[in-house]
C-alpha cells in the first residue's frame, strides 16, 4: 500500500492521474488545492496569508475553503473511477475520518489531526474502493482547515505505510531558483537548518516537518518527488526526488 498526496500545485495534470488509476496496488491518495482555494477567496473578496505555510482561515472564510477542497476531491475521485480505479472523495467530516483541534487561534480554523479513522479506510479498500481524501477535519466548534501534508502525514503514519509527496519541484532542492539542485536524502536536522537559512520556504516548510512527523509517527519512508508521469515507478531508484529520514549514519569501512 502507498499513501500518495497529490499537491494543489499539480492540479488537473491528467498524465499523473492516468498513472495514479493505473498503479498496482492499493493506494489512499490525500490531495491539496492551494492555488485553487487563493483563487476562490480572491475572487469572493477575501484577503489570505500564509504563516509558515499554513493559510490563515478566519472561521468567515472556512466555508469557501471547505467547498473548493471538497469539489475537488470529487473531480479526483470521478476521474479516477472513469480510468477504471473506483475512487471514492470523501474529507475527514465523513465518519469522523480525520479529528483535529485548532492548532493556535492566531490561525483561526486550522487543525492539527489527532485521530484517524482506519477502519473507514480499510473497509473501502476490502471493496476495491480507492479513498481520495480531502484535508477538512472534524473538530468541535465546526469544521477544520488541515494542511494537506499534515493529513497525508497522519494517515501514513498511523497505518505504517509508505507515504510519497508528489508536488511541482523535483524534490527539495539547495537552490529554489535550480531545478539541478535536488537534494537526494535529508535528514531532520538538515530540515531545520535549511528552514532557518531561508533555503527552504513557503509551501516547502509544512512538507518536510510533515513528511518527519510520518516517520515519527510509523511510516517506513516518505519522498518528495515530482508529479511527473512516470514518477510513482522510478521512486525507489534514488534517481528521483528527495528521501527525508529521520537521521543519517555515516558508514565507516
Ligand atoms: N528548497 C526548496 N526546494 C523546493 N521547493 C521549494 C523550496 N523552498 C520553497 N519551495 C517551494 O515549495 C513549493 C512546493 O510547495 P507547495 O506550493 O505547497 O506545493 P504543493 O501544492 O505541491 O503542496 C515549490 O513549488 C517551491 O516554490
Ligand atoms: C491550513 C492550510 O494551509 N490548509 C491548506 C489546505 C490545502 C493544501 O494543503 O493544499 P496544498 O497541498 O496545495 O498546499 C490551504 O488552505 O491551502
Given at each position: 500500500m502507498l499513501v500518495v498526496k497529490i499537491g494543489g500545485?499539480?492540479?488537473?495534470a491528467e498524465p499523473l492521474v492516468r498513472d495514479l488509476a493505473h498503479h498496482e496496488g492499493e493506494l489512499i491518495v490525500v490531495h491539496g488545492g492551494g492555488p485553487r482555494i487563493g483563487a476562490e477567496l480572491e475572487a469572493r473578496g477575501f484577503e489570505t496569508r500564509f504563516e509558515s505555510g499554513l493559510r490563515v482561515t478566519p472561521p468567515e472564510q472556512m466555508a469557501v475553503v471547505e467547498q473548493v477542497l471538497t469539489q475537488l476531491g470529487k473531480e479526483l475521485a470521478d476521474r479516477l473511477s472513469q480510468l477504471g480505479r473506483l475512487s471514492v472523495g470523501l474529507s475527514g467530516r465523513d465518519a469522523r475520518l480525520l479529528r483535529a483541534e485548532p492548532?493556535?487561534?492566531?490561525?483561526?480554523r486550522v487543525g492539527r489531526i489527532t485521530a484517524v479513522n482506519t477502519s473507514l479506510l480499510f473497509a473501502l479498500m476490502s471493496r476495491h474502493l480507492t479513498p481520495v481524501i480531502s484535508p477538512i477535519a472534524s473538530a468541535e466548534g465546526g469544521p477544520l482547515n488541515v494542511n494537506a501534508d499534515e493529513v497525508a502525514a497522519a494517515v501514513a503514519g498511523c497505518l505504517g505505510e509508505p507515504l510519497v509527496y508528489l508536488t511541482d519541484?523535483?524534490?527539495?532542492?539547495?537552490?529554489?531558483?535550480?531545478?539541478?539542485?535536488?537534494?537526494p536524502v535529508l535528514d531532520g536536522a538538515e530540515v531545520e537548518a535549511r528552514i532557518q537559512d531561508g533555503t527552504i520556504a513557503g509551501g516547502m516548510i509544512p512538507k518536510v516537518r510533515a513528511a518527519l512527523t510520518a516517520l515519527e509517527f510509523g511510516a517506513p519512508w516518505v519522498m518528495i518527488a515530482p508529479?511527473?508521469?512516470?514518477s510513482l515507478p522510478r521512486l525507489l531508484s534514488g534517481k528521483l526526488g528527495t528521501r527525508i529520514v529521520p537521521e543519517k549514519i555515516s558508514r565507516e569501512v
Open positions: 500545485s499539480l492540479d488537473g492548532l493556535d487561534e492566531r490561525l483561526g519541484v523535483p524534490g527539495v532542492l539547495a537552490d529554489p531558483a535550480d531545478p539541478e539542485s535536488r537534494i508529479g511527473e508521469p512516470g
